[in-house]
């Protein structure tokens, strides 16, 4: 649990505007695939997918998140829609896109194009370093938009959605990472 001792004081203006740098120069090494210079802007590389219910923790982790993903969406973009500060994070609301060329796990490349929209918390501790960014989305909008561009008339498209649906159920089957499970309720009474 990330808590600051002022919980309820925004930083001060050189600390958000530092933050939102951060957040900013790591949106844009993610989709230059510098992977170096993304992972150089946390101490510990660590990212939560709440949709999935995946933690992926440690350099080699996270690494193998994005080569996974960009294997599946070669392209992978990112239109900024928001940015919002709070006491101990930068919250971002953006359109993720892309065309899936490879697979997504299990889950074999149907050629469609996906834009979703999602939001990233990149949260921040005392000293206000990156310790976690934190993804919700809805897995269903991107699926729906994979399936959505098959030829379901086709042989060779029913075929796709058969194993896209199969692959889909396949990477369900895991229990969810404990660490977005294990949640307490925050403490306000402080």
Known sequence: MIAHTS????????????????????????????????????????????AQMTVHDGDDEVRGYYADTRVAFPDQDHE?????????????????LGTHRGPLGAIPPTGSRHRTRMTAYFVFDEEERLVAERIYFDQLTILRQLIGGLNLRSPKGLLTLGRVLVGALRMQSGAPD??????APPRLDD
Request: no cysteine; hydrophobic share 50%.
């Open 80 to 96: 900024l829609i928001a940015l919002r500060h709070s006491v101990d994070a930068v919250i971002v609301e953006f359109w993720l």
């Open 7 to 50: 919980r309820f004081v925004m930083p001060p203006a050189s600390v958000l505007r530092a933050r939102e740098k951060l957040v900013l120069d790591h949106f844009h090494d993610e989709v230059r695939q510098d992977w170096d210079a993304t992972l150089a802007t946390f101490p510990h590389p660590h990212y939560e997918l709440v």
């Open 178 to 183: 404990p660490r977005l499970t294990r949640t």
